[in-house]
Nanobody, 114 residues
Framework: VQLVESGGGLVQPGGSLRLSCVAS????????MKWYRQAPGKEREWVAT????????TYTDSVKGRFTISRDNAKNTVYLQMNSLKPEDTAVYYC????????WGQGTQVTVSS
């Protein structure tokens, strides 16, 4: 199993970023995919989940209405569209899948600062 995130960077408050996570080594469409984040000095927290067929997604309260998780099963890719970014969104963002074990990517840094 391999998960490779990309798309992070430095953005001003109010800006947008789109993260991508390309997955391999398992039947992508059969599994829910999740995004987590970890800010400096804090524990890793769950951000969003999307069902394997893309039919249902859920979000932590702090990102509802600003972030959108989506997936393209033909490309084995899950996305996180982040709009109206705030300084408190600064973190390393990870995608995750739970098979018999939990698997993580290497993470992509998102910094929201003026």
């Amino acid at each position: 199993v391999q998960l490779v995130e990309s798309g992070g960077g430095l953005v001003q408050p109010g800006g947008s970023l789109r993260l991508s996570c390309v997955a391999s080594g398992f039947t992508f469409s059969a599994y829910d995919m999740k995004w987590y984040r970890q800010a400096p000095g804090k524990e890793r927290e769950w951000v969003a989940t999307i069902r394997g067929d893309g039919g249902r997604s859920t979000y932590t309260d702090s990102v509802k209405g600003r972030f959108t998780i989506s997936r393209d099963n033909a490309k084995n890719t899950v996305y996180l569209q982040m709009n109206s970014l705030k300084p408190e969104d600064t973190a390393v963002y990870y995608c995750n899948v739970r098979l018999k074990s939990k698997y993580w990517g290497q993470g992509t840094q998102v910094t929201v600062s003026s």
